[in-house]
């Protein structure tokens, strides 16, 4: 079992950045894949990024390739998620899930392990 936590959300002006951060402790991290996910208020959770457990490949969703940059570190059980020129749209609770696979998870439904969350607000 892994257990995640998020950090580095907040407010941002839109077209600014943030660095959200997954930080997981308990079981061997280098075999999970991990994917980023988000919630907005009234609206399902949606996959944003994810990235195989050797950080090898990675998969975006369409709102977000060439703005967000998912990466990890295995030797400090940490995957990141770059956002750059974030819009008012990707407001949400983000949210960074695990599961061990062999390559990039994109389905919600496979995941096993989910963090609380971290809070991102965007404004115009």
């Known amino acids: 079992q892994v257990d995640l936590k998020e950090s580095g959300g907040g407010l941002v002006q839109s077209g600014g950045d943030l660095r959200l951060t997954c930080a997981a402790s308990?079981?061997?991290?280098?075999?999970?894949?991990v994917g980023w996910f988000r919630q907005a208020p009234g609206k399902e959770r949606e996959f944003v990024a994810g990235?195989?457990?050797?950080?090898?490949?990675?998969a975006y969703a369409d709102s977000v390739k060439g703005r967000f940059t998912i990466s990890r570190e295995n030797a400090k059980n940490t995957v990141y998620l770059q956002m750059d020129n974030l819009k008012p749209d990707d407001t949400a609770i983000y949210y960074c899930?695990?599961?061990?696979?062999?390559?990039?998870?994109?389905?919600?439904?496979?995941?096993?392990?989910w963090g609380q969350g971290t809070q991102v607000t965007v404004s115009s």
């Open positions: 899930a695990a599961v061990v696979r062999f390559g990039v998870v994109l389905d919600i439904n496979e995941y096993e392990y």
């Open positions: 308990g079981g061997l991290f280098g075999t999970y894949a």
């Open positions: 990235i195989m457990w050797s950080g090898e490949r990675t």
